[in-house]
């Protein structure tokens, strides 16, 4: 056992911040109609209990924990098109995440505000034996996440698991560049087209975490998801050990990393199923990049903010 006990994955709305509901999800091509006047609210923990646990988090540390939790998560193994809602938020944790590291903890929060943590040092095998790599490795479900290159590159060459249908933040935010209201000015450059001169929104390089806190989370709430910029003091050491539990910086980590992917996500608009393909397909480019490399070089050249241009789909033809 990790040594937290295991909390409802309901959501206490009095521990809970509305993140966000289901508002911005646009129902074109669904064949539904999305009613207005409901907005379920996505919940997100806040504080921890007087045991040291999060409000809303459960905690999932063996093998019929994991059985437990993807009753609730296959629900969101279905085709894409079928539902109006099918957002799911994943991040991932552990040390030197890449094909000579190794994942710690992985979380999921549904669209109905339930979360789990997995622990994938005391689960080993049955994390993946029991739902894990089914619902990694299925293509339709909608997995937002922020950048997973090493995740995939570690998921593949590590515990032979091929990441699939991920919606990459990173990625959509710089297809979306400029399109949509930001905290902040967005960086701008100048460019001489036909000898003329103008400026606008320079979108060579991707934003970083901190960059993306700044421009797409509202200034209120930028405090909730400051400790994803921290580093973790002796990191390989504090990921592996469960001596006295999941480490609380790791299990902060973790957190306010899904609170922030749910503060960027609430800014840009899903359900059009043409521009969703699109992103999903240049998300997939995108987070192969450093899988699919016989040998990596861990260098500045391999790990930069450069997107080369042919990663991104933006047209229907470039579908494969």
Same mark, same amino acid.
């Given at each position: 056992?990790?040594?937290?006990?295991?909390?409802?994955?309901?959501?206490?709305?009095?521990?809970?911040?509305?993140?966000?509901?289901?508002?911005?999800?646009?129902?074109?091509?669904?064949?539904?109609?999305?009613?207005?006047?409901?907005?379920?609210?996505?919940?997100?923990?806040?504080?921890?209990?007087? +045991?040291?646990?999060?409000?809303?988090?459960?905690?999932?540390?063996?093998?019929?924990?994991?059985?437990?939790?993807?009753?609730?998560? =296959?629900?969101?193994?279905?085709?894409?098109?079928?539902?109006?809602?099918?957002?799911?938020?994943?991040?991932?944790?552990?040390?030197?995440?890449?094909?000579?590291?190794?994942?710690?903890?992985?979380?999921?929060?549904?669209?109905?505000? =339930?979360?789990?943590?997995?622990?994938?040092?005391?689960?080993?095998d049955d994390i993946w034996d029991n739902g894990m790599r089914k619902?990694?490795? =299925?293509?339709?479900?909608?997995?937002?996440?922020?950048?997973?290159?090493?995740?995939?590159?570690?998921?593949?060459?590590?515990?032979?698991?091929?990441?699939?249908?991920?919606?990459?933040?990173?990625?959509?935010?710089?297809?979306?560049?400029?399109?949509?209201?930001?905290?902040?000015?967005?960086?701008?450059?100048?460019?001489?087209?036909?000898?003329?001169?103008?400026?606008?929104?320079?979108?060579?390089?991707?934003?970083?975490?901190?960059?993306?806190?700044?421009?797409?989370?509202?200034?209120?709430?930028?405090?909730?998801?400051?400790?994803?910029?921290?580093?973790?003091?002796?990191?390989?050491?504090?990921?592996?050990?469960?001596?006295?539990?999941? +480490?609380?910086?790791?299990?902060?980590?973790?957190?306010?990393?899904?609170?922030?992917l749910i503060h960027v996500w609430k800014n840009f608009e899903f359900?059009?199923?043409?521009?969703?393909?699109?992103?999903?397909?240049?998300?997939?480019?995108?987070?192969?990049?450093?899988?699919?490399?016989?040998?990596? =070089?861990?260098?500045?050249?391999?790990?930069?903010?450069?997107?080369?241009?042919?990663?991104?789909?933006?047209?229907?033809?470039?579908?494969?």
């Amino acid at each position: 056992s990790s040594g937290y006990k295991p909390k409802s994955s309901g959501i206490n709305a009095e521990y809970g911040a509305d993140l966000l509901g289901r508002g911005n999800r646009s129902s074109k091509g669904r064949g539904q109609k999305q009613d207005k006047k409901v907005e379920e609210k996505l919940l997100i923990f806040e504080e921890k209990n007087e +045991d040291g646990s999060y409000a809303g988090v459960t905690i999932v540390d063996t093998k019929e924990g994991v059985i437990d939790a993807f009753k609730i998560i =296959n629900l969101y193994l279905s085709p894409r098109v079928r539902f109006p809602t099918r957002e799911i938020f994943v991040s991932f944790g552990g040390h030197n995440v890449s094909r000579e590291g190794f994942l710690s903890l992985v979380a999921i929060t549904d669209g109905d505000g =339930n979360t789990w943590l997995f622990d994938v040092i005391a689960l080993e095998d049955d994390i993946w034996d029991n739902g894990m790599r089914k619902f990694l490795e =299925n293509p339709c479900n909608e997995k937002v996440v922020f950048d997973t290159r090493g995740v995939k590159d570690c998921l593949g060459h590590v515990y032979n698991v091929e990441f699939k249908g991920m919606f990459d933040l990173r990625v959509i935010e710089i297809m979306q560049r400029g399109k949509v209201k930001t905290h902040d000015r967005l960086p701008h450059e100048k460019i001489v087209k036909d000898g003329i001169s103008r400026t606008v929104v320079n979108k060579t390089f991707l934003f970083v975490p901190e960059e993306m806190i700044q421009y797409y989370v509202k200034p209120s709430e930028q405090s909730s998801v400051k400790s994803i910029k921290n580093t973790i003091s002796d990191a390989e050491k504090t990921w592996r050990n469960r001596k006295n539990g999941i +480490d609380d910086a790791c299990m902060q980590n973790m957190i306010e990393f899904q609170k922030f992917l749910i503060h960027v996500w609430k800014n840009f608009e899903f359900g059009d199923v043409r521009r969703d393909e699109l992103r999903w397909i240049s998300s997939e480019n995108f987070n192969s990049m450093w899988s699919d490399k016989p040998v990596r =070089n861990y260098d500045k050249y391999e790990d930069n903010d450069y997107l080369p241009k042919f990663m991104l789909c933006t047209m229907s033809t470039d579908q494969p």
